[in-house]
DNA sequence: TACATTATCTACTTGTTTGATAGAATTTAT
DNA sequence: ATAAATTCTATCAAACAAGTAGATAATGTA
């Protein structure tokens, strides 16, 4: 399970991605259409700033946008940013990768290999989604509509 | 990332398995094996007991032993045992799903079609991983060592 | 029967994380 | 100057993780 942060910080990334290109979006605007608690949505923003995924500006007319391309976010960027390590276990993380303290030699270890067919299949599919996977049905909605 | 506790129980299911159909084995013994502090490894054992995964036996020559084979038991119903659903967001689980609060109508939410495939990706890979998976490699690093 | 051995059960502890809230400071457009 | 927005730091309550403690119950053996 991913935190609400992640969560959180997931939506506002959709939101962002479907005003992508078209000026900046207010904290306070996403917060209600995603009812997200403003100063927590505030927090999650700023992180996602500092890990360059988006961009701001302050004053009048400020807010938040995309710096990246919708297709370029993926699910296990933003997980690994709130949640960390996609892997079951430490050993095997590619990203948050550390030592086993009891195990002697990672080669002969019995749980590696298919602790790590079990990251490869939980990293294939989330980094093959991306915040554009997402708008892709927000697209079919309004056409249904129609 | 799976808890110590998921964990822990994995690596005892593995040395049960290792002695699967052989009798009983005592959890002082798989505690120093694993290197497992052996009031945690009794609780686990007691919950592993609970599910039906494994028998016990009390008093002298007592113990635990596998209840069903090491192929029918997988990481992923070892995880949901101790740390719950392996979808990222509840109303996506299915096995341990609860509504969203916000969202209006599941057929039109833009998260979930997404989320069932990620929750797909990984419950595939790991309902699949047994804890025979892992013995097959402790049979090979028995056939290296001669 | 007494005893040692093993599992069973319940409660507790300690530290960390989660999901927030609060408020002051800073930047920017008008 | 002012209002609007982000930025930064601190704080908080509740839940959870990882582990400890101790009493109880069952069972085989001498």
Redesign the pocket.
Known sequence: MM??????AIKALVRLGQRFGQG???????SEKEQ?????L??I??EL??ARMV??????????CLVKHPKDISVADVYRL???AIALVPCVSLNFYEKCDDCKSENDCMFRPEFIKIREGAREVMSKTSIHSFLQHAKKQSKKKK
Chains 1, 2 share one sequence.
């Open positions: 935190s609400m942060k992640c969560k959180y900046y979006m207010q904290t306070k605007d996403i997200i608690p403003k100063k927590f505030e927090q923003l700023l700033k500092h961009n701001s500006k302050q004053g009048l007319g400020g807010g938040y709130f949640d960390g």
